[in-house]
């Protein structure tokens, strides 16, 4: 038995030896988490809403499969899920207020394989509106706070998920990427995150942003929780025409065995980048010479078409979110705006005082590169760069096993401070969104801090090379003894 | 007054004989089920859903392309239409835009070939029904999704057709061959198959073409040639009064019998198409193709010639049994069981076709020749038909347990003629006075007293005792 207090700074394996022990329940580590968040969240806000119902049946039945001696690896720990992933009878908005009320009938793919591995959901963290964010201050209810400091954002899309697992509200928590939105807010709240493979992890039940970028990924506090967590809800599913055959593979494979004899790539440009911090390249600094201590070897690698990325996504991610979002008309679900005189006004009195701000921009942006008579020179040349810069990464590949830089070029910044800029936000995913662009796995692992705030280590693998990007991160974790720990919250 | 030359090009959209809708695993609607009945979280497009394609909607296209003989690429892929009506659940339908399933086919009509296009699949959308007479002036709409996501081929012609004759038949061309390789019931009356003409007119000898309306809200072929009539019409008064046809979709009123305007088309919708991001690009696999294309029966443009070349029948006969595959497999299975081709065809065409219910090809042979050999009269071997449809039972074993036969021998029939003629004095002064189809009237007694009477004996036993 235990008081609880000791309970939620648990790694997945630490506690999954206590409950297979029994000297604690699912029912128990729950609770403990509960009783955290009663006494944190009010000041972090990184969960719009909670699931009882679910979590005390869901704790019941892992503690029976427990008992039976049938418990896998996530049997009976509280995971939260980011608002963009549908759960069957719990309310799922994508932050946004245009969903208010919204139930999703049927649970999808990804949450549904850690149901069945006997996860227990905790709540629906907050995000930014549709994910489209680096602050997690577009979301349609309120923004979250950093549990480093409470002053500071958490990043985002997924700053919910990565502020509960900073604050020890969850052991692990479900994200989306679309251009760095599970590594981007890990690496600010000193958390692991990790993107798949493009086509590792089924859709099936994420609210759209960008198809073609869009994947679901886990944020954890050690690259093991990660790992095992990634390996469940991984594999191919009929529902997702883009989930790759390849999907249930190598996730795991030699994941363990350390650097030694890799080849790291430390692109040039990626160290270049505007705005990228003094402390967070010192950090990053040592974090290559660490590696190479471990006996990796560092190459040089060029990424030439860096520059491009950030114009091609913010052309590819609004023009495909603008025909993903047309579906919130106010016909079927959701808000409505009953009173208009005509359908057209309906259409756009729902959509005007659903979305925000940012989510109407990128509409607009997207409309835009669609139209005819500008498709050619926006969408198209935009998907060219894509490909240019996939080709980059193939090359970069060939001369090593993977690539290090900085997940972000700073640490968390003030709450308010870029919200009038969009541009200066979205220069915060300009080293992450390459992997989206290209497809790539990718994780974020904390690196140490600065000026007392987190910094977070990218490694980016080839395509399938999940179990490589996760080798190079687990050796640097061992090496260098840097622990995601649980924020005190200031 | 100037010579109008009629232009039409034919949209048809078609749905392929699947089980169930074109990206998720929601079964057709049958007519009439209740609304919103044949939904899922897909078709309704759920917030998180994807599209799957359905393997047999692509099987179909890629059976009715090859029978139009198009050419079909390696690579094809989905596209995104993007635009908002409230039948739409998704805010964009998923369709081919520049790289559709196949292109540049043909249709042979009376001998002439009709140009295709191309041959693309996408999805239905769904229904609306609203209280008051459209969407913008409507109190109240209803929207039922039952039919959203149905899979549909849609089939362009190039502007190939002269006439409305010439524009039905094509439909009812297309209608025969997609039964005959089995893509799609074509059922116009249940909205299976959709004919939506893009008419013009231009003075004769004119290479350049007119301004064209679209025809929509067709569904019978009756329907269609009428629309076209109209439409024609109605241009030509148009441009002989010295006004312009504004390019527009026009809907055709069944209850009015004229076209209305639609929707005017002078500013073009930009439905902003882009790749459909949930759907990887199809690759055609060509040995798959070449399996499809052996498999494919024979056509119904060749199997009339074969009719007309092989069996000498009348090329109207051999239209409607080349038609439809079953009544062409019977034909064929009649003659091959002996009987002669004519007689075989005249009664797959009089007795057979209009009931739709085939007998076995060697029970229709055996009736044949019954009858040719004057065993039993024209009316009892109809008798037979039926019997034997219903029953299978062999026309022989019918005839043997009713005693059908007919009575070919004057002596026998020349009492009960006479009988007649006693009985009806004013058809037969009628007949003697000149006014010869009288003898009809005797006829009919005659073979309501004695229904074996071989007909064509017992008119010239009458002919020669009123004589």
Same mark, same amino acid.
Request: aromatic share 6%; charged share 25%; hydrophobic share 40%.
């Given at each position: 038995?235990?008081?609880?207090?000791?309970?939620?700074?648990?790694?997945?394996?630490?506690?999954?030896?206590?409950?297979?022990?029994?000297?604690?329940?699912?029912?128990?580590?729950?609770?403990?988490?509960?009783?955290?968040?009663?006494?944190?969240?009010?000041?972090?806000?990184?969960?719009?809403?909670?699931?009882?119902?679910?979590?005390?049946?869901?704790?019941?039945?892992?503690?029976?499969?427990?008992?039976?001696?049938?418990?896998?690896?996530?049997?009976?720990?509280?995971?939260?899920?980011?608002?963009?992933?549908?759960?069957?009878?719990?309310?799922?908005?994508?932050?946004?207020?245009?969903?208010?009320?919204?139930?999703?009938?049927?649970?999808?793919?990804?949450?549904?394989?850690?149901?069945?591995?006997?996860?227990?959901?905790?709540?629906?963290?907050?995000?930014?509106?549709?994910?489209?964010?680096?602050?997690?201050?577009?979301?349609?209810?309120?923004?979250?706070?950093?549990?480093?400091?409470?002053?500071?954002?958490?990043?985002?899309?997924?700053?919910?998920?990565?502020?509960?697992?900073?604050?020890?509200?969850?052991?692990?928590?479900?994200?989306?990427?679309?251009?760095?939105?599970?590594?981007?807010?890990?690496?600010?709240?000193?958390?692991?995150?990790?993107?798949?493979?493009?086509?590792?992890?089924?859709?099936?039940?994420?609210?759209?942003?960008?198809?073609?970028?869009?994947?679901?990924?886990?944020?954890?506090?050690?690259?093991?929780?990660?790992?095992?967590?990634?390996?469940?809800?991984?594999?191919?599913?009929?529902?997702?025409?883009?989930?790759?055959?390849?999907?249930?593979?190598?996730?795991?494979?030699?994941?363990?065995?350390?650097?030694?004899?890799?080849?790291?790539?430390?692109?040039?440009?990626?160290?270049?980048?505007?705005?990228?911090?003094?402390?967070?390249?010192?950090?990053?600094?040592?974090?290559?010479?660490?590696?190479?201590?471990?006996?990796?070897?560092?190459?040089?690698?060029?990424?030439?078409?860096?520059?491009?990325?950030?114009?091609?996504?913010?052309?590819?991610?609004?023009?495909?979110?603008?025909?993903?979002?047309?579906?919130?008309?106010?016909?079927?679900?959701?808000?409505?705006?009953?009173?208009?005189?005509?359908?057209?006004?309906?259409?756009?009195?729902?959509?005007?005082?659903?979305?925000?701000?940012?989510?109407?921009?990128?509409?607009?942006?997207?409309?835009?590169?669609?139209?005819?008579?500008?498709?050619?020179?926006?969408?198209?040349?935009?998907?060219?760069?894509?490909?240019?810069?996939?080709?980059?990464?193939?090359?970069?590949?060939?001369?090593?096993?993977?690539?290090?830089?900085?997940?972000?070029?700073?640490?968390?910044?003030?709450?308010?401070?870029?919200?009038?800029?969009?541009?200066?936000?979205?220069?915060?995913?300009?080293?992450?969104?390459?992997?989206?662009?290209?497809?790539?796995?990718?994780?974020?692992?904390?690196?140490?801090?600065?000026?007392?705030?987190?910094?977070?280590?990218?490694?980016?693998?080839?395509?399938?090379?999940?179990?490589?990007?996760?080798?190079?991160?687990?050796?640097?974790?061992?090496?260098?003894?840097?622990?995601?720990?649980?924020?005190?919250?200031? | 007054?100037?010579?109008?030359?009629?232009?039409?090009?034919?949209?048809?959209?078609?749905?392929?004989?699947?089980?169930?809708?074109?990206?998720?695993?929601?079964?057709?609607?049958?007519?009439?089920?209740?609304?919103?009945?044949?939904?899922?979280?897909?078709?309704?497009?759920?917030?998180?859903?994807?599209?799957?394609?359905?393997?047999?909607?692509?099987?179909?296209?890629?059976?009715?392309?090859?029978?139009?003989?198009?050419?079909?690429?390696?690579?094809?892929?989905?596209?995104?239409?993007?635009?908002?009506?409230?039948?739409?659940?998704?805010?964009?339908?998923?369709?081919?835009?520049?790289?559709?399933? %196949?292109?540049?086919?043909?249709?042979?009509?009376?001998?002439?070939?009709?140009?295709?296009?191309?041959?693309?699949?996408?999805?239905?959308?769904?229904?609306?029904?609203?209280?008051?007479?459209?969407?913008?002036?409507?109190?109240?709409?209803?929207?039922?999704?039952?039919?959203?996501?149905?899979?549909?081929?849609?089939?362009?012609?190039?502007?190939?057709?002269?006439?409305?004759?010439?524009?039905?038949?094509?439909?009812?061309?297309?209608?025969?061959?997609?039964?005959?390789?089995?893509?799609?019931?074509?059922?116009?009356?249940?909205?299976?198959?959709?004919?939506?003409?893009?008419?013009?007119?231009?003075?004769?000898?004119?290479?350049?073409?007119?301004?064209?309306?679209?025809?929509?809200?067709?569904? %019978?072929?009756?329907?269609?040639?009428?629309?076209?009539?109209?439409?024609?019409?109605?241009?030509?008064?148009?441009?002989?009064?010295?006004?312009?046809?504004?390019?527009?979709?026009?809907?055709?009123?069944?209850?009015?019998?004229?076209?209305?305007?639609?929707?005017?088309?002078?500013?073009?919708?930009?439905?902003?198409?882009?790749?459909?991001?949930?759907?990887?690009?199809?690759?055609?696999?060509?040995?798959?193709?070449?399996?499809?294309?052996?498999?494919?029966?024979?056509?119904?443009?060749?199997?009339?010639?074969?009719?007309?070349?092989?069996?000498?029948?009348?090329?109207?006969?051999?239209?409607?049994?080349?038609?439809?595959?079953?009544?062409?497999?019977?034909?064929?299975?009649?003659?091959?069981?002996?009987?002669?081709?004519?007689?075989?065809?005249?009664?797959?065409?009089?007795?057979?076709?209009?009931?739709?219910?085939?007998?076995?090809?060697?029970?229709?042979?055996?009736?044949?020749?019954?009858?040719?050999?004057?065993?039993?009269?024209?009316?009892?071997?109809?008798?037979?038909?039926?019997?034997?449809?219903?029953?299978?039972?062999?026309?022989?074993?019918?005839?043997?347990?009713?005693?059908?036969?007919?009575?070919?021998?004057?002596?026998?029939?020349?009492?009960?003629?006479?009988?007649?003629?006693?009985?009806?004095?004013?058809?037969?002064?009628?007949?003697?006075?000149?006014?010869?189809?009288?003898?009809?009237?005797?006829?009919?007694?005659?073979?309501?007293?004695?229904?074996?009477?071989?007909?064509?004996?017992?008119?010239?036993?009458?002919?020669?005792?009123?004589?």
């Amino acid at each position: 038995m235990s008081d609880g207090s000791d309970l939620t700074g648990l790694t997945i394996q630490e506690a999954g030896r206590l409950l297979r022990l029994g000297s604690v329940s699912a029912a128990e580590l729950v609770t403990a988490h509960v009783a955290r968040i009663e006494r944190l969240d009010s000041h972090v806000k990184a969960f719009l809403r909670f699931t009882p119902e679910l979590w005390e049946k869901q704790a019941e039945v892992a503690d029976r499969r427990i008992r039976a001696g049938e418990a896998g690896p996530l049997t009976g720990i509280p995971i939260a899920v980011k608002d963009v992933l549908c759960v069957r009878g719990v309310e799922t908005t994508a932050g946004s207020k245009i969903l208010r009320g919204f139930k999703p009938p049927y649970t999808g793919t990804a949450v549904s394989r850690l149901f069945e591995a006997g996860a227990v959901m905790i709540g629906v963290t907050n995000c930014d509106e549709f994910a489209m964010g680096s602050s997690t201050e577009n979301s349609g209810y309120f923004p979250t706070h950093n549990p480093w400091d409470l002053a500071r954002v958490p990043g985002g899309s997924s700053g919910g998920s990565a502020a509960a697992v900073a604050a020890g509200e969850a052991m692990v928590a479900l994200g989306t990427d679309t251009g760095g939105s599970i590594r981007q807010p890990a690496a600010l709240c000193g958390v692991v995150g990790m993107k798949p493979t493009y086509g590792r992890v089924s859709r099936y039940g994420l609210i759209a942003f960008a198809s073609s970028l869009d994947q679901i990924g886990p944020l954890a506090r050690c690259v093991d929780d990660a790992a095992i967590t990634l390996s469940l809800m991984a594999g191919h599913d009929p529902l997702d025409a883009t989930s790759s055959e390849r999907a249930g593979i190598e996730v795991l494979n030699n994941y363990d065995r350390g650097v030694k004899g890799m080849r790291l790539g430390v692109p040039r440009e990626y160290f270049e980048v505007e705005g990228i911090e003094p402390g967070v390249k010192a950090a990053v600094d040592a974090a290559l010479f660490i590696l190479r201590r471990e006996g990796a070897e560092l190459v040089d690698v060029s990424l030439p078409h860096t520059d491009y990325g950030l114009a091609a996504y913010y052309i590819i991610a609004p023009a495909e979110c603008s025909s993903n979002l047309a579906r919130y008309d106010g016909v079927r679900y959701g808000m409505s705006e009953e009173d208009a005189p005509n359908v057209t006004e309906m259409y756009m009195e729902t959509r005007r005082k659903g979305f925000g701000s940012e989510v109407r921009r990128r509409v607009m942006l997207g409309t835009y590169a669609l139209s005819s008579g500008y498709y050619d020179a926006y969408y198209l040349k935009a998907q060219k760069v894509r490909t240019l810069i996939k080709r980059d990464f193939d090359l970069a590949f060939e001369k090593c096993d993977a690539i290090i830089s900085a997940t972000s070029p700073t640490v968390a910044f003030p709450i308010g401070s870029k919200t009038q800029d969009p541009l200066s936000m979205y220069l915060c995913d300009v080293l992450t969104l390459g992997g989206n662009l290209a497809g790539l796995p990718g994780i974020s692992v904390p690196c140490g801090t600065s000026d007392g705030l987190p910094v977070g280590l990218q490694v980016l693998g080839p395509q399938w090379g999940e179990n490589v990007v996760l080798r190079v991160a687990r050796a640097y974790e061992q090496a260098s003894g840097v622990k995601a720990e649980v924020a005190g919250v200031a | 007054m100037p010579e109008w030359e009629v232009v039409i090009g034919m949209e048809v959209h078609v749905q392929p004989k699947t089980r169930s809708k074109m990206f998720c695993g929601c079964a057709i609607a049958p007519l009439n089920a209740p609304p919103n009945s044949y939904v899922c979280e897909v078709c309704l497009g759920m917030p998180g859903v994807l599209p799957v394609v359905n393997r047999a909607a692509v099987e179909a296209c890629l059976k009715t392309a090859l029978a139009l003989r198009c050419e079909i690429p390696r690579h094809t892929k989905f596209d995104r239409k993007n635009y908002m009506y409230p039948d739409l659940p998704k805010g964009y339908q998923i369709s081919q835009y520049d790289l559709p399933m %196949s292109r540049n086919g043909q249709l042979e009509l009376n001998g002439r070939r009709v140009r295709i296009r191309r041959v693309h699949l996408e999805e239905d959308t769904g229904k609306l029904v609203h209280a008051g007479d459209k969407l913008h002036k409507a109190w109240e709409s209803f929207v039922d999704l039952n039919r959203a996501g149905v899979p549909l081929m849609e089939i362009v012609s190039e502007p190939d057709l002269r006439s409305a004759d010439e524009a039905r038949d094509y439909a009812m061309g297309l209608r025969a061959l997609l039964r005959t390789i089995g893509a799609s019931e074509a059922d116009m009356e249940k909205g299976q198959l959709r004919a939506e003409p893009n008419i013009s007119i231009r003075r004769s000898g004119s290479q350049e073409l007119g301004v064209k309306t679209e025809l929509k809200n067709i569904n %019978s072929f009756r329907a269609l040639h009428r629309a076209i009539g109209y439409e024609v019409a109605r241009q030509r008064e148009v441009l002989e009064s010295g006004g312009h046809v504004v390019q527009e979709t026009r809907g055709w009123s069944e209850d009015e019998q004229r076209t209305f305007s639609q929707r005017s088309k002078e500013f073009a919708e930009d439905y902003r198409y882009f790749p459909e991001p949930d759907l990887p690009p199809l690759e055609l696999d060509p040995s798959w193709i070449e399996e499809l294309r052996l498999a494919l029966p024979e056509l119904p443009a060749a199997r009339h010639g074969r009719l007309v070349a092989q069996h000498g029948l009348p090329p109207g006969d051999a239209a409607l049994i080349s038609e439809n595959r079953e009544l062409a497999d019977l034909f064929e299975g009649t003659v091959a069981a002996g009987a002669p081709a004519r007689q075989a065809a005249n009664w797959i065409v009089g007795e057979v076709a209009p009931t739709g219910k085939l007998p076995s090809a060697e029970n229709l042979a055996e009736l044949v020749r019954l009858v040719v050999e004057g065993g039993i009269t024209r009316d009892q071997a109809k008798e037979v038909l039926i019997e034997s449809v219903e029953t299978g039972r062999t026309p022989a074993e019918i005839v043997a347990e009713h005693g059908y036969r007919q009575i070919s021998d004057e002596s026998e029939l020349r009492v009960i003629a006479e009988a007649v003629i006693d009985a009806n004095p004013k058809a037969v002064a009628d007949y003697r006075s000149g006014k010869k189809q009288a003898i009809g009237v005797l006829i009919r007694d005659l073979t309501a007293r004695a229904p074996q009477a071989n007909r064509k004996v017992a008119n010239e036993l009458l002919v020669k005792l009123l004589g």
